[in-house]
């Protein structure tokens, strides 16, 4: 099998066994970036997660951002692109493309030099939000480095969805639970 083939399939066994193992969203998303960081040659790895609430992408994990949380519209730089258009982009020159939003530069302190960000689209069809990588630290990203990115952003969007499950399910138990209480207290003062 060539190199080419052989690295996607890699990180895909990396993740899968990664998204068995723990259920803790913070820890699978942030071994994901290390991980992506390490297949992709990059220096950074972040994903955005849209918010329907407030019409806006969240940077969920990045590793190197200290927990500084970004927001942006959904429209805003690359990422917002990628999300309304449900396209990936390969740009190799950051400062060049009148997509990119310099603003993030300007509050992290890091300079985009090139990036590479694919949408997260789930099962359903549904834009969760997008994943992105920046700064090849050997050369110009490439069709190879975007379907690794692809696939990655395909298990993202299944670990997202496992943990709104996940979520969803703790909080029907815990009202399902307060209803039972209060149903056995009213049974009981009623009898």
Same mark, same amino acid.
């Given at each position: 099998?060539?190199?080419?083939? @052989?690295?996607?399939?890699?990180?895909?066994?990396?993740?899968?066994?990664?998204?068995?193992?723990?259920?803790?969203? =913070?820890?699978?998303?942030?071994?994901?970036?290390?991980?992506?960081?390490?297949?992709?040659?990059?220096?950074?790895?972040?994903?955005?997660?849209?918010?329907?609430?407030?019409?806006?992408?969240?940077?969920?994990?990045?590793?190197?951002?200290?927990?500084?949380?970004?927001?942006?519209?959904?429209?805003?730089?690359?990422?917002?692109?990628?999300?309304?258009?449900?396209?990936?982009?390969? @740009?190799? =020159?950051?400062?060049? =493309?009148?997509?990119?939003?310099?603003?993030?530069?300007?509050?992290?302190?890091?300079?985009?030099?090139?990036?590479?960000?694919?949408?997260?689209?789930?099962?359903?069809?549904?834009?969760?939000?997008?994943?992105?990588?920046?700064?090849?630290?050997?050369?110009?990203?490439?069709?190879?480095?975007?379907?690794?990115? =692809?696939?990655?952003?395909?298990?993202?969007?299944?670990?997202?969805?496992?943990?709104?499950?996940?979520?969803?399910?703790?909080?029907?138990?815990?009202?399902?639970?307060?209803?039972?209480?209060?149903?056995?207290?009213?049974?009981? @003062?009623?009898?």
């Amino acid at each position: 099998m060539e190199k080419s083939r @052989i690295r996607p399939h890699c990180l895909v066994t990396e993740l899968f066994q990664l998204l068995n193992l723990d259920t803790n969203l =913070d820890t699978v998303l942030a071994v994901s970036m290390y991980k992506l960081n390490q297949y992709m040659d990059s220096e950074r790895s972040s994903i955005f997660v849209f918010d329907p609430l407030k019409k806006q992408l969240t940077s969920y994990s990045s590793l190197d951002l200290a927990k500084q949380e970004i927001r942006m519209s959904k429209s805003t730089g690359v990422a917002g692109w990628v999300f309304e258009h449900r396209m990936p982009a390969v @740009i190799n =020159d950051a400062y060049k =493309d009148n997509r990119f939003f310099r603003g993030v530069d300007d509050m992290t302190g890091f300079r985009t030099r090139n990036l590479i960000c694919s949408p997260m689209i789930d099962d359903k069809g549904k834009c969760l939000g997008t994943i992105q990588s920046l700064n090849k630290k050997s050369g110009d990203f490439t069709t190879e480095d975007l379907e690794l990115l =692809d696939v990655t952003a395909r298990l993202v969007a299944v670990a997202l969805n496992k943990n709104k499950a996940y979520d969803e399910m703790l909080t029907t138990n815990i009202t399902c639970g307060k209803l039972g209480n209060r149903l056995s207290t009213e049974l009981a @003062i009623s009898a």
